[in-house]
């Protein structure tokens, strides 16, 4: 018999299953063997004798009948013969798209309608096991205790040079991992996403902010997605998530995807894969053996680095003989924070093709006082799959160091369709096949510089779907430890609901007086998925800004700052902004500010801005205004240079395609000189006195005082990067611009004093891999067709006179200030040569802790000096800090080593 209680739920949820407005009326089975049938009847919200009895009656008689509808398939535990558990195990339905997998206690469970099926169960380094089942109308129970792969030793050729005969496998696997990328078409699927993190420890200082977030140290924090998804190829995949499940706190509407995790792409982010052309090189290989698995011989290779070190991979691929496909691997890294990972994947076969249907990844973090532990999973089904023939008929592979005479006669043949090729036939016949299909699709009218067109939506109902819904679908059982996380979430919600229920309900920003000293962000209106707030107002605190250590300098003497700004997003491509920022120096008695305009949509913004400010003479800002702070109280070091300019700009940015980008800006000026208006910082040092606040320069003679004067420039830049692929996100077009040049050029055009002035400027930056090191440089190179007339508008360069360095290509370490901004020609050059293993990384600890070593090069040439500076660096101190020394030459001659400490502070 049935139960039929009231609830309160959700809408139609899309799927199938009937589910309406409240008070409505559940039935629910009365064994517990039996899943409540998910039909919810809606009665209106009049009295009960208002509505039509008939049909009520009639609804709820049709809803007890298919409440007896049983919910039938197979449960159990799967552990190994030793019975240890079995976490996170593959379940397929052999012949069907059907599967599921096992939770982290080893238990699972798979709804099957009545019938006969032979089930799979799979687990790494484990044999595959086929059971045959008949489910009748109830659940079944079914425990499977997997064997331990037996690793067989088999004679494999190695040619002369007994080389172990891993290499040869690897060989044939990376030839052939592009055609795996390329030969599956299309295919779509569901998927279940479970990702979950544990806080064991937070630092004192953050337990607050914890409580705050309503979360806990100890819990066990889940969230789980249902998510739909469609691949085409080349790059275009289609995400939806249909339910998520969460005991986040309520309001942090979190989302998870699924991770498209492929190891046949020559690149993980900065890892390595092992089937990357470059693997030899980061990897060794060892031949462990090999096992077999329905049928086909699997060889067993482990994976280890040529030498210890951040983000390469440690542990074992399996992989199927003749295909070259992977079956299983099993790898761990650690980043640059000391995260250690670990990566798990399955793969089980689908229309002939080797398909994921299971990954694991975990992370053990421990940064700075702070532990936990996350864990993400997901488990693949209903995999619909369309081959792509020219790829997936691989022909066999012919390891030219093995075999020497079938690959000399074949580089003499000239098959079109061999049914054996080299590995260098493989990579000219894949160009071939690929450039043909990019003319194809071109022709077709795509834009073939998008490398990657994802769209990722989240379903209306996904975050109402009663649990009902996850009873039939999750097909993953909850472990005890994530029921009691669920649980102790629910009951620090519910202590703390009638807070989160107004705050819900207010949904407007709120003032309380402590803002006033600490500043604050308000965030209201409605907040759409995977979308940021309609509107946000930020007030920055004068008082709280003291933190910030930007409050002095010997010209304003002491300084309070604020800002508030306002951003209100009226679509996904269109916003506009406004901010209005006040500065106040005591020592002048004057207070400054500005207001500003801002405008976006699409590819384009337009600002307007005017007010009046002091501004560096260089406006990079070379020096930072809290180390300058420091040296004005403690050493009476003012290094920082200002001017008082009252301006009104109007200023554009247009972004022409993936490689192009123009900007324009026209502004009127007029600048005031300032003095120093204190004499003393904090410290008296009798040795040393404040300096002039106008510049020393060596092309002015240090004469670089101006007077109270009017100016008007324009300004022009462009930057275009020849190599810019586009990447499309739910419509919107993004540029990635990693691995291109950019070439970059300006022109401005001014006015001062009844005399005009011309300045052109063309530059080069990249970033180049060159033997598992980095090498990056900067090019810039320029001059003034017509002589400014003041020194504001000189060429400045990003020099520096202080121990503390700032992090940056362009920067030099050991140049001052504006001793030699100029008005004539220039050219600087920039390179950084960044090693992964070199003096100090040498020793393994130090790499593993994420120290990374560096040689670098500074160059300027002006009319008036050569200086170049060559040094050794090396960062990774605590994550933010590092240590330089320098030599510096200036027109030939050697000045001295310059010490200096990098900080990311």
């Known amino acids: 018999m049935a139960k039929c209680k009231a609830m309160r739920v959700g809408d139609r949820t899309g799927q199938g299953e009937w589910v309406f407005h409240f008070p409505m009326i559940l039935c629910l089975p009365e064994s517990e063997s039996m899943q409540p049938f998910r039909c919810f009847l809606h009665i209106d919200e009049r009295p009960l004798n208002r509505f039509p009895v008939k049909k009520l009656l009639f609804l709820i008689f049709i809803c007890f009948l298919f409440s007896h509808a049983r919910a039938q398939g197979i449960r159990g535990t799967i552990t190994s013969k030793s019975g240890e558990i079995l976490p996170y195990a593959s379940i397929q339905v052999k012949g069907t798209s059907t599967g599921t997998m096992s939770n982290g206690e080893g238990k699972y469970e798979i709804a099957l309608k009545p019938g006969a099926y032979e089930l799979q169960f799979q687990y790494l380094n484990h044999q595959t096991e086929t059971r045959k089942v008949e489910v009748s109308a109830d659940w079944q129970n079914l425990n499977v205790a997997l064997q331990e792969i037996a690793i067989k030793l088999a004679e494999v050729r190695i040619g002369k040079s007994k080389e172990d005969p891993a290499y040869t496998i690897m060989r044939k696997a990376i030839a052939t991992a592009r055609f795996h990328q390329l030969e599956v078409d299309t295919w779509s699927a569901r998927t279940y996403v479970k990702g979950n993190f544990r806080i064991e420890k937070v630092p004192f200082l953050f337990e607050d902010a914890l409580k705050k977030a309503n979360l806990q140290v100890g819990t066990t924090y889940i969230l789980e997605s249902i998510n739909d998804l469609n691949f085409r190829q080349p790059n275009q995949v289609t995400e939806k998530v249909v339910s998520i499940r969460s005991n986040l706190p309520p309001g942090s509407n979190p989302a998870i995807n699924f991770a498209r995790l492929s190891f046949y792409n020559p690149m993980l982010g900065e890892i390595v894969s092992p089937l990357s052309p470059k693997a030899f090189g980061m990897y060794r290989f060892e031949y462990l053996g090999f096992f077999n698995d329905r049928g086909l011989v699997v060889n067993k290779i482990k994976v280890t680095p040529r030498s210890k070190g951040l983000n390469v991979l440690d542990g074992t691929l399996n992989l199927i003989e003749g295909s070259w496909s992977i079956h299983s691997l099993d790898f761990n890294f650690q980043d640059e924070t000391g995260t250690q990972y670990g990566i798990r994947q399955l793969f089980s076969p689908f229309e002939g093709v080797w398909m994921p249907v299971q990954l694991e990844t975990t992370a053990k973090i421990n940064i700075l006082g702070a532990k936990g532990e996350t864990r993400y999973i997901t488990s693949v089904r209903n995999y619909q799959v369309k081959l792509n023939p020219r790829y997936h008929q691989i022909p066999e592979v012919v390891d030219e160091k093995i075999d020497k005479e079938i690959a000399a006669t074949l580089r003499k043949a000239n098959t079109p369709a061999p049914t054996q090729a080299t590995r260098k036939q493989l990579r000219k016949m894949v160009n071939q096949l690929e450039k043909e299909d990019r003319k194809e699709r071109k022709k077709a009218g795509e834009d073939v510089t998008v490398t990657r067109n994802w769209s990722f939506e989240i379903d209306t109902l996904a975050r109402k779907r009663p649990s009902t819904f996850w009873e039939g679908e999750r097909q993953v059982p909850l472990t005890n430890l994530e029921t009691q996380g669920y649980q102790r979430a629910d009951s620090l919600y519910k202590a703390n609901e009638v807070k989160i229920r107004k705050d819900s309900i207010r949904n407007l920003p709120r003032f309380k007086f402590m803002q006033l000293l600490t500043g604050h ?115 009476e070091r003012n290094y920082m240079k200002l001017y008082e300019k009252s301006y009104l700009t109007l200023a554009g940015t247009q972004k022409l395609g993936n490689r192009l980008s123009v900007s324009a800006a026209l502004s009127w000026q007029e600048r005031n000189a300032l003095t120093n208006n204190v004499s003393r910082g904090w410290v008296d040092r009798p040795d040393v006195a404040f300096t002039s606040n106008d510049p020393e320069n060596r092309a002015l003679a240090n004469q670089t005082a101006f007077p109270r004067h009017q100016a008007t420039v324009l300004t022009m830049d462009f930057s275009y990067r020849p190599l810019a692929k586009a990447a499309i996100m739910n419509g919107r077009r993004y540029t990635l611009s990693n691995r291109s040049p950019e070439l970059t050029g300006a022109y401005r055009h001014g006015w001062t004093g009844g005399q005009s002035f011309n300045q052109i400027e063309l530059g080069i930056r990249d970033e180049l891999s060159i033997l598992r090191n980095s090498f990056s440089y900067a090019v810039q190179a320029g001059t003034f067709l017509n002589k400014p007339l003041y020194f504001t508008d000189y060429r400045h360069f990003n020099g520096n006179e202080i121990i503390f360095q700032n992090p940056g290509l362009n920067n030099f370490r050991n140049l001052p200030f504006y001793r030699f901004s100029t008005a004539s020609r220039y050219l600087e050059a920039h390179g950084l040569y960044e090693f992964r293993k070199f003096l100090l990384t040498q020793i393994t600890p130090l790499r593993l802790y994420g120290i990374k070593e560096s040689l670098q090069v500074h160059f300027l040439n002006t009319k008036e000096v050569n200086h170049v500076e060559i040094g050794y660096g090396f960062g990774g101190i605590l994550k933010v800090f590092g240590a330089e020394v320098l030599g510096t030459f200036q027109n030939g001659q050697y000045k001295g080593l310059a010490f200096r400490v990098r900080t990311n502070l």
Do not use: H
Request: hydrophobic residues 35%; charged residues 20%; proline residues 4%.
């Open 521 to 635: 962000t308000y965030r209201y209106g409605q907040r759409k998925e995977l979308e940021w707030y309609p509107r946000v107002l930020t007030f920055e605190s004068p008082v709280f800004d003291l933190t910030k250590g930007e409050f002095f300098n010997a010209v304003e003497g002491y300084v309070l700052k604020t800002r508030l700004s306002y951003v209100e997003r009226l679509s996904k491509v269109k916003s506009w902004n406004a901010s209005l920022a006040g500065r106040y120096s005591f020592a002048r008695q004057r207070l400054n500010g500005g207001l500003s305009l801002g405008y976006t949509v699409e590819n384009t913004s337009v600002r307007l801005s005017g007010g009046r400010n002091v501004f560096q003479f260089n406006p990079a800002n070379p020096i930072p205004e809290s180390l300058n702070t420091f040296y004005t109280l403690f050493q």
